[in-house]
């Protein structure tokens, strides 16, 4: 099963017993699907770069977990319909893992080249002395 990422962004005003019964709904879409959260993150209270439904505030929570593709759908629709849910995305970790191992050999070789360029500069430099 694929790695994926899930940032939510709860509406600071709703309880405590609000945000927790969210939360364990969103959960609980996970475990039904025979999905593992591998990584819970609550990063709290967060001041906003501008209004959200007029809130200047958000509080933010980042999971990592395992599930199928097909699990996405529903978990979708529960953020979607959910009220304590302000704003919220879902990454694939595995294809930004392989995009950014992807760029880390483009710039490894674009440097190796350039180190190549200037190893050959420096070599015509000392003959032509």
Not at 64 to 90: H, P, Y
Not at 112 to 121: F, G, P, S, T
């Amino acid at each position: 099963m694929p790695l994926y990422e899930l940032g939510v962004m709860m509406d600071p005003e709703a309880g405590p017993d609000d945000e927790a019964t969210a939360l364990d709904r969103l959960e609980k879409v996970i475990t039904d699907r025979k999905g593992i959260v591998v990584e819970k993150d609550a990063r709290g209270r967060r001041r906003l770069a501008y209004p959200i439904k007029k809130r200047t505030y958000g509080v933010y929570h980042f999971w990592k977990f395992e599930v199928d593709g097909q699990a996405l759908t529903d978990l979708n629709f529960e953020l979607r319909t959910n009220d304590v849910v302000m704003r919220s995305l879902i990454l694939n970790l595995d294809r930004e893992m392989k995009r950014q191992q992807k760029t880390d050999r483009l710039l490894q070789a674009k440097a190796a080249k350039k180190a190549a360029k200037a190893e050959a500069k420096a070599k015509a430099d000392d003959a032509s002395s």
